[in-house]
């Protein structure tokens, strides 16, 4: 009995050594910090569609399927960018809005498969709603935001004000002559 219980504790080290907790649900503590947030809500968002799947749930509206079209968001050269990709849409089936503080991208995937095997026609239809929020930076100049759609993938540029450094260095000025009973010296 307690042989089984040493190799239940050095299995739960050794899951732990190897960055996984032990539920596999979340990264180790340490590399939670160096995730990305847009990641890391995404995998969330998957996980609890496994759970509710799991249990025959639904977590869309009218019983069509879920999909969140996975995104990359990122800023350089004075531009955001945000590319998202879309396999099987059509352009056409794509909503894209911009505000002065969000990108929305919303639309339908439907797609077809057919194929015949052995005598057989075997027909899939997947489909699914898709809405994504992305929140844009301070500066973002929305009325100069471009869109391309290219085998699948969405890509929106909008150019964006290089951050002014809000923090400048005052210099100190001293009215009294230093005391020599401070804890500070001048070395």
Do not use: C, W
């Not at 059509?90 to 015949?116: F, M, N």
């Not at 929140?135 to 290089?162: H, M, R, S, W």
């Amino acid at each position: 009995m307690a042989n089984q219980e040493q190799q239940r504790q050095s299995q739960g080290n050794m899951i732990t050594r190897r960055g996984l907790n032990p539920t596999g649900l979340l990264p180790a503590p340490g590399d939670l910090f160096r995730m990305n947030p847009f990641s890391l809500m995404r995998r969330m968002s998957e996980e609890m569609d496994r759970v509710f799947g799991e249990f025959g749930l639904n977590r869309s509206n009218e019983g069509s399927a879920v999909f969140a079209p996975p995104i990359e968001v990122s800023q350089k050269d004075g531009n955001y960018q945000v590319r998202a990709e879309l396999p099987g849409v059509k352009p056409s089936d794509v909503k894209l809005e911009i505000s002065e503080d969000t990108v929305i991208l919303e639309g339908d995937r439907i797609a077809d498969k057919q194929e015949k095997k052995g005598g057989m026609e075997i027909s899939e239809r997947i489909y699914g709603h898709f809405y994504r929020a992305i929140p844009l930076p301070e500066g973002a100049k929305v009325d100069q935001a471009k869109a391309t759609f290219d085998n699948g993938v969405l890509e929106v540029t909008i150019p964006v004000e290089e951050p002014k450094e809000k923090r400048r260095q005052i210099p100190i000025s001293s009215t009294a002559p230093a005391e020599s009973g401070t804890a500070f010296k001048a070395a």
